[in-house]
C-alpha cells in the first residue's frame, strides 16, 4: 500500500466518524423535539398541523408568529379562546403543560428548548429575539398574566 492510498483509505474510515460527531452534541436540540412528541403532538398533530375547527395548527401559525412573546405563559399556563389562527376562529381550553412524569410544571430550559424546535420547524421561524434563551423563557414566565 502507497502513503498516498493509505492516506485515502484513512480518510474513507475518518469521514463517517467527523461527519456523525456533531450528533454527540445535538442532543439538547433533539430535547425539543421529544418534549413535543411527549406534550403537544397528540393535540396540535405530529406536524403540526392541528385538527381541523378543534385544535389549531402550530405550523405556519400567524397567531405563533405575532404572539412569541407570549408562547412560554401559553405552554405553562394554558390559553382560554377566543382566538383566530390562520383565518379559523377556535374558543376552546388548552390546559397547561406538565411532565408527564414527575407531574411538575416545565422547567425554563424545557420550555427553551421546546419552542425553539416550534420556531425552527413547518414553516416557522424565530421570533425577533432570534434563538431563545433560558434567561429570556425566564423573563417571560415572569412576565405571564396570572390566569
Ligand atoms: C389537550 C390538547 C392540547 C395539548 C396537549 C396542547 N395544546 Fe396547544 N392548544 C390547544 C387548543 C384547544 C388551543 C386553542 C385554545 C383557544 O381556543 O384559546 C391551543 C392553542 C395553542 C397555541 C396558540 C394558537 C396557535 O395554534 O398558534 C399555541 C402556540 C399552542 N397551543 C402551543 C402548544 C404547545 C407548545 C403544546 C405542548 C407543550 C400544546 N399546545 C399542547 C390544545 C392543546
Redesign the pocket.
Known sequence: MTASSLGRCLAALLLPTLLTLPSCFTNKQHQGER??VQ??????GEQGQ?IGQ?????AG????AQ?PG??AC??RY??????V?NGVS??????G?QDTTTHHQ?SPAQVTN??NF?EGHWGNHPGPGGLRTIAGTEAELRACAVR
Open positions: 418534549l413535543y406534550h403537544c403532538s397528540g393535540c396540535h392541528g378543534l385544535i389549531p395548527p402550530l401559525s400567524d397567531y405563533l404572539h407570549q408562547l401559553i405552554v394554558g390559553l382560554n379562546g377566543p382566538i389562527v377556535y374558543n376552546q381550553l388548552m390546559l403543560v416545565l421546546l419552542l416550534i
